[in-house]
């Protein structure tokens, strides 16, 4: 089986102004392409760190991290945004997206960033925001939206330069069970017809029942 | 309450640079009314100086008439009469000498005979080298200036002409500008010599005295009295107080408009300052209101605040204040720096003025953000739900256009006159605030419209758009183009000023040379018409009395022989004035100008008292034309009521036209009436020495422009860190998403740049329409001109402009390049 993501002896530590804050101790993951993965653990136990450091937004302290192979901290500004853009898509808690901008143009961000032509995408654009059901608001700014409905702008904007891997950090913490719910089958949905590799962190045991394998996070290290 | 005052000052704490920001702008204003209130003191005591040159601080002068057949010394006998009331009176010789070690340096001095004990008892002399022992025979003392001038020390011997006759002096002494020799170069030199000498030479007494009264509370009743008895003598006040704040008065005017410019931008940046203030206290206000604080309470504290810090910013300011006044002092007086004493600078009233109006200022523009704040329910509050959403825009750049418009067309319907002047500053102003709503309207359109160009990559349009959503963005427009547009305008009027005296020399003066000679005859224009290279010439005279029925003044009287002066004199509307220029000596008629028609609302037939002495004499307006000479204080009479009225019988100018370089006929008129040559000039020269004195004042009063820019630029930069602090968090995604480093960099820098761009098109734009303005703005002080827009400088600060920016744009961009991702996207 091919390893999309395959992490090795990975420390991470913050210094902080009198102390050394050891966050994550020599963690190793292999992760298949196709499978979606729930990161559990208690708060502050480093779930979002990792995940960051997986999707190299961050650098380890110690340790190497491949993604498909590649090693995106040692790539250039260029190549590294590159990646960002067409390997891998995020979502976060809070839905982060780029206020003055509409839906649509919060989809296509992405797409455009990488010079695609907008006639060349809008039609992969609607169809993702058919699937995530927002296809009504696509002119309406982030402000007007509900919470659910700016996650699934999100969930289509991370989605539209068809990407290998989809990181999600507690994607449905901050919304009604129902809606949750929703978003969570649609990730499933994606993990299972596109094949898209997905890492979740999540809090509720209810929430890995959409995926595959979980992975627990204890006090910086993986429980077994 | 005190948790409320608490909370209120940490806040200030907190933001440390927004706080000093506020604090920089109030003490900007603050030290340039400060500035302004000293500068007008440190006039004053220039105009005093200068004043008391000649008397000291005597109270009464008395003067022999220049006018042929007048008397030529003083009577002592009937003066002594008084020395009872006097607590003294000294007097001297005044005569003209001339110091001729070449033709092309030949030059007359005043030279005055003085006991010299006496002399520097009143009018204390101060010396560089030499000294005032020994004063008799041929001795002298002259001033510093011309002492370089013509590289004479003390012990060198200076061969003067008085009389017809020349005498070799030994100079024993140098005096420095001050005293007498305050304004020599004005003055045209003095020179102090031992009276008995002079008395020897010209064989006579005195011809000038000075007199101090015991009771100066008499000055009054004295110089009336002693006018009546020395009916034959001028008969004045030492010093006049009143010229001195009426001169003081024009001098301080430009500044103290300026000083407008620049309060205005304080104005702005501390509104907006407080704006965000207000904001970020919303919570804070909540909590308070939720537990009972009444709206007024806290409405009372939060102007206490404003209250304190345009007090600590007015303190600051007057610390500035003393900068400021160093340097405009040193520009506008560059050859002879006024000195700053401490009495001007302690000058506690200027200080208290200025954090007076430091005060106000910010209170002002700190009530609005208040109001507004303090006004929202407390529900509100508490449900963060602060802001009302209304979807729709704002209609006020519907105001600033109709500003913009009325500043492009009122002042063409505007009479000079001192209204005019205030409807002008008033209209200008008000264009200057109506750019502010138009900003954000204009950005929206003319960045929709960039956003189209097809080759723009996606950050940079990206960029172009965050210019009309982003509210820091649109404010650093609004106070960038407000800065530019200052300086324009400022720069625009200067030029329209300067642009049109040259205009006038060129267009109105048909002569080539400009000479003034010692005495005139009836033979002198046909022997000056004999010297080689000499075309044609014409003689006038000319005075500058005041119109005492007006309170103001003519800067130039002209006595005319006939209408053939308005061949070198060009002016217009001449050809409506024929009769009244054929019955000019019948009777006393005057012509004037259309300016003194519109400033002092004249008709024909109406009476100008024009003061010659202690006479007022009436003169009936037979015309009006049209000129910009002397901003349009000008008069013309016939040559024989002239000589009458004003007691002389000497040609105050000659105009010459030439055949050949007037250089060369220059020195040819030189040569052949040397010793009766006070003074000559070609145009050219005239052109220069004009455009000179109006160059120093110009240059002090761009330091405010500049320093209403140098406000507008802290307050760009600060804006731009503040905003960089709230949009880290959508950088950041902006990274996550696959924006490159360099892409934001782009997006940052076109931002940045096209944020320039629009302020540098809005400012100079606004700044071309309040330059319709300029006329009603300068007709009082400047007389008419048509405004002449300064094209090359404003590219220049368009390039300029950009080249800050592209500098400022490091700001956001270096912080980008240490921005980290997860940090910003996981710490709201
Ligand atoms: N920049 C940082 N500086 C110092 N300490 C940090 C930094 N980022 C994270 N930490 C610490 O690392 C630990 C792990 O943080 P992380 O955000 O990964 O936890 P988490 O498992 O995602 O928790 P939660 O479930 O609450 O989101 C925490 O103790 C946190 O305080
Ligand atoms: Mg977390």
């Given at each position: 089986m091919c390893k999309i993501i395959d992490a090795k002896g990975v420390n991470k530590s913050f210094q902080l102004a009198n102390q050394k804050v050891e966050v994550l101790k020599n963690v190793n993951l292999e992760i298949s392409k196709g499978e979606f993965i729930s990161i559990m653990g208690p708060s502050g136990s480093g779930k979002s760190t990792l995940l960051y450091l997986l999707g190299g937004l961050d650098k380890a302290t110690m340790g190497t991290i491949r993604i498909s192979g590649v090693e995106m901290n040692k790539l250039g500004d260029k190549d590294q945004s590159s990646m960002r853009r067409n390997n891998i898509g995020f979502i976060f808690q809070a839905y982060n997206l780029v206020e003055n901008l509409t839906l649509e143009e919060n989809i296509l961000l992405p797409a455009l960033l990488d010079g695609k032509k907008k006639k060349n995408v809008m039609k992969r654009a609607e169809e993702l925001m058919r699937t995530v059901g927002i296809l009504e608001r696509r002119d309406h700014t982030p402000r007007e939206l509900s919470g659910g409905e700016q996650q699934r702008t999100a969930i289509a904007r991370a989605l539209i330069n068809e990407p290998d891997i989809l990181f999600a950090d507690?994607?449905?913490?901050?919304?009604d069970s129902k809606t949750g719910t929703g978003i969570l089958k649609l990730l499933q949905q994606i993990n299972r017809e596109k094949g898209i590799t997905i890492l979740m962190v999540t809090h509720s045991e209810e929430s890995t029942r959409y995926g595959n394998r979980i992975i627990r996070l204890k006090d910086g290290e993986i429980a077994v | 309450m005190r948790l409320f005052m608490k909370a209120l000052l940490k806040g200030l704490r907190d933001k440390k640079a927004r706080t000093a920001l506020v604090l920089f702008s109030i003490a900007v204003s603050a030290s340039l009314i400060f500035a302004n209130e000293c500068f007008s003191k440190v006039c004053e005591q220039k105009f005093y100086n200068a004043d008391v040159?000649?008397?000291?601080?005597?109270d009464i002068c008395i003067q022999t008439k220049a006018?042929?057949?007048?008397?030529?010394?003083?009577d002592e006998n009937m003066l002594a009469r008084y020395d009872h009331q006097f607590a003294y009176r000294y007097q001297f010789i005044q005569e003209k000498g001339l110091y001729n070690p070449s033709i092309e340096k030949m030059h007359y001095f005043t030279v005055l005979g003085v006991d010299i004990k006496e002399f520097n008892a009143y009018n204390p002399i101060t010396l560089n080298q030499g000294s005032l022992d020994d004063w008799n025979g041929y001795k002298a003392i002259i001033g510093t200036t011309y002492a370089k001038k013509y590289n004479l020390k003390v012990n060198d011997i200076m061969k003067l002409e008085l009389y017809g006759k020349t005498y070799a002096f030994k100079i024993t002494g140098i005096s420095e500008a001050r005293g007498l020799f305050v304004r020599e170069l004005a003055d045209g030199g003095f020179i102090l010599v031992p009276k008995d000498t002079m008395a020897k030479i010209f064989k006579g007494g005195s011809n000038v005295s000075f007199i101090k009264l015991k009771?100066?509370?008499?000055k009054k009743a004295m110089k009336e009295k002693l006018t009546d008895e020395f009916g034959e003598y001028l008969v004045e006040y030492g010093v006049d107080d009143s010229l001195i704040a009426a001169e003081t008065t024009n001098y301080v005017m430009p500044f103290r408009i300026s000083a407008v410019a620049v309060v205005f931008m304080s104005i702005f940046i501390i509104f907006t300052a407080f704006s965000l203030i207000t904001l970020e206290r919303i919570p804070l206000i909540g909590t308070l209101r939720s537990i009972g604080c009444t709206r007024k309470r806290i409405n009372r504290l939060l102007i206490g605040e404003s209250v304190f810090l345009g007090a600590v910013g007015g303190l600051l300011g007057c610390l500035m204040g003393i900068g400021v006044l160093e340097v405009i002092i040193k520009i506008y007086f560059a050859s002879d720096a006024a000195t700053l004493t401490s009495a001007v600078v302690l000058n506690f009233r200027a200080a208290l003025t200025a954090i007076g109006i430091a005060i106000v200022i910010t209170t002002a523009s700190a009530i609005l953000p208040i109001l507004r704040i303090t006004r929202i329910p407390i529900k509100n509050i508490i449900l963060n739900d602060?802001?009302?959403?209304?979807g729709r825009r704002s209609k006020l750049w519907i105001v600033g256009l109709v500003l913009l418009g009325a500043c492009a067309v009122v002042p063409h319907y505007l009479k000079i006159s001192f209204t005019g002047m205030i409807i002008g500053n008033v209209v200008a102003t008000g264009a200057l605030i109506g750019m502010i709503p138009l900003v954000p309207f204009l950005t929206r359109c003319i960045s929709r419209l960039f956003g189209r160009i097809p080759f723009l990559s996606y950050e940079s349009a990206l960029g172009v758009r965050n210019l009309h959503d982003n509210k820091s963005l649109l404010n650093n427009i609004q106070l960038f183009s407000a800065a530019i547009a200052i300086v324009a305008f400022m720069t625009s009027m200067f030029h329209s000023m300067n642009a049109d005296l040259i205009k006038a020399y060129d267009r109105d003066t048909k002569y080539d040379i400009l000479l003034v000679l010692r005495h005139t005859d009836g033979q002198t224009l046909s022997k000056i018409s004999g010297i080689e290279g000499v075309k044609d010439c014409f003689g006038s005279y000319r005075a500058d009395p005041d119109i005492s029925n007006h309170q103001t003044f003519f800067n130039m009287l002209y006595g005319i022989d006939n209408e053939k002066f308005f061949d070198y004199n060009i002016v217009q509307g001449l050809n409506s004035n024929n009769e009244a220029l054929a019955n000019?000596?019948?009777?006393r008629n005057i012509i004037t100008t259309n300016i003194l028609k519109d400033k002092l609302g004249l008709k024909i037939g109406d009476i100008l008292m024009i003061k010659s002495g202690s006479m007022d004499l009436p003169y009936k307006i037979t015309g009006f034309v049209e000129t910009n000479l002397g901003i349009g204080h000008v008069g013309y009479i016939s040559s024989d009521n002239f000589k009458k009225d004003m007691g002389v019988s000497d040609y105050s100018e000659i105009y010459i036209k030439t055949n050949g370089n007037p250089d060369s006929v220059k020195n040819n008129i030189l040569r052949a009436l040397s010793k009766d040559v006070m003074s000559i000039n070609t145009k050219e020269e005239l052109k220069i020495a004009n455009s000179d004195k109006v160059v120093p004042m110009f240059n002090a009063i761009s330091v405010y422009s500049y320093i209403a820019l140098l406000v507008g630029l802290i307050g760009i930069i600060n804006n731009l860190v503040a905003s960089f602090l709230q949009r880290k968090r959508s950088f950041a995604l902006l990274l996550s998403v696959g924006m490159s480093l360099k892409g934001l960099n782009r997006m940052l820098i076109t931002e940045v740049v096209g944020m320039g761009g629009l302020g540098i098109l809005f400012g100079l734009a606004s700044a071309i329409v309040m330059s319709s303005a300029i006329p009603s703005i300068v007709c009082i002080f400047w007389g008419k001109v048509s405004v002449a827009l300064p094209l090359s400088q404003m590219a220049i600060m368009g390039a300029a402009g950009i080249l800050v920016m592209l500098l400022i744009a490091a700001v956001p961009v270096m912080k980008s390049n240490k921005l980290s991702i997860i940090e910003s996207i996981k710490y709201e």
């Open positions: 507690e994607p449905i913490g901050n919304l | 040159r000649w008397g000291g601080n005597s006018a042929v057949g007048a008397k030529e010394w003083i009771d100066s509370t008499q602060v802001w009302k959403k209304n000019l000596k019948n009777g």
